[in-house]
T-cell receptor, first 108, second 111 residues
């Protein structure tokens, strides 16, 4: 079983829509979680950190469900500039495991 | 502030040739360092990580190797490249289990 699993998408949504991605992880001992954004042919960049039950930053909300071992990312009022691939990251010891990413296409 | 440098940005190499990619970090001490590879349209695969000078852990068997000759320097090497080594190579650093920061990556094409 993979350490981190994500729905690859793509999610095609209109501007202004609300969209949510889920990510499941296998190691119940993991304490911190991250969402990264990766634009085409670029390096991943940190979007949000999740250390407890959740985190909110403007239009972005991350939630953690330890019992079910999943992390979600909610994007409200989608913008064209939100189009990217969103990667879920779960550290296990010194290793950072990445999900395969969920592709989001926001259309006018 | 901390920065990470990775070079070259793009590389085209023939099959069977050697490889050396270098990554350096500035502005921090004792970072954990990582090499990832991303095949086209795929996720990031952890290749190597290092928690200190000379300490290398390998995640997958392959014809690549890594070295950490200095605290903030991480090198990815190969003696003979294969076609399957093509991909986007990313170096990253962290302190503990805080977020990872990435270099700009090297796009390697083996021909």
């Amino acid at each position: 079983r993979k350490e981190v699993e994500q729905d690859p998408g793509p999610f095609n949504v209109p501007e202004g829509a609300t969209v949510a991605f889920n990510c499941t992880y296998s190691n119940s001992a993991s304490q911190s979680f991250f969402w990264y954004r990766q634009d085409c042919r670029k390096e991943p960049k940190l979007l949000m950190s999740v250390y407890s039950s959740g985190n909110e930053d403007g239009r972005f909300t991350a939630q953690l469900n330890r019992a079910s071992q999943y992390i979600s990312l909610l994007i409200r009022d989608s913008k064209l500039s939100d189009s990217a691939t969103y990667l879920c990251v779960v550290p296990v010891g010194h290793k950072f495991y990445f999900g395969s990413g969920t592709k989001l296409n926001v259309k006018p | 502030s901390q920065t990470i440098h990775q070079w070259p940005a793009t590389l085209v190499q023939p099959v069977g040739s050697p490889l050396s990619l270098e990554c350096t970090v500035e502005g921090t001490s004792n970072p954990n360092l990582y090499w990832y590879r991303q095949a086209a349209g795929r996720g990031l695969q952890l290749l190597f990580y290092s928690v200190g000078i000379g300490q290398i852990s390998s995640e997958v068997p392959q014809n690549l190797s890594a070295s950490r000759p200095q605290d903030r320097q991480f090198i990815l090497s190969s003696k003979k490249l294969l076609l399957s080594d093509s991909g986007f190579y990313l170096c990253a650093w962290t302190i503990g289990n805080t977020e990872a920061f990435f270099g700009q990556g090297t796009r390697l094409t083996v021909v």
